[in-house]
């Protein structure tokens, strides 16, 4: 790992520790363990950025789950809810009549 300090959140991943992939395999639960305690942590291969570790808190700041819609959310972006009149009949359309099967 490069002897970089990190800040919690660096506004970018330039100021993020740097581990090669050797040693972040060789070395994972510290990995972890600095991802949990002192914010992301930059991985190479051969050189060139691959991935970024980073803590479950982390992660969740960055991505929040969506909430789960309500019942009521759902039917309310139904298009029948936008349906201001019931005053028109149904359109009834007659099925063509099929001679039934003989066996």
């Excluded at 305690?37 to 700041?61: C, I, K, M, N, W």
């Amino acid at each position: 790992m490069s002897a970089r300090s990190s800040n919690r959140h660096p506004a970018s991943g330039a100021g993020l520790p740097v581990w090669k992939l050797e040693d972040a395999k060789s070395r994972f639960s510290e990995l972890v363990r600095l991802a949990r305690e002192r914010g992301p942590q930059r991985v190479t291969v051969r050189g060139q950025d691959a991935v970024v570790v980073l803590s479950a808190a982390d992660y969740a700041h960055l991505a929040p789950v969506a909430a789960k819609p309500t019942l009521a959310a759902l039917f309310g972006d139904s298009p029948f809810a936008r349906m201001d009149s019931f005053d028109e009949k149904p359109v009834r359309e007659h099925a063509s009549f099929r001679e039934p099967l003989e066996f």
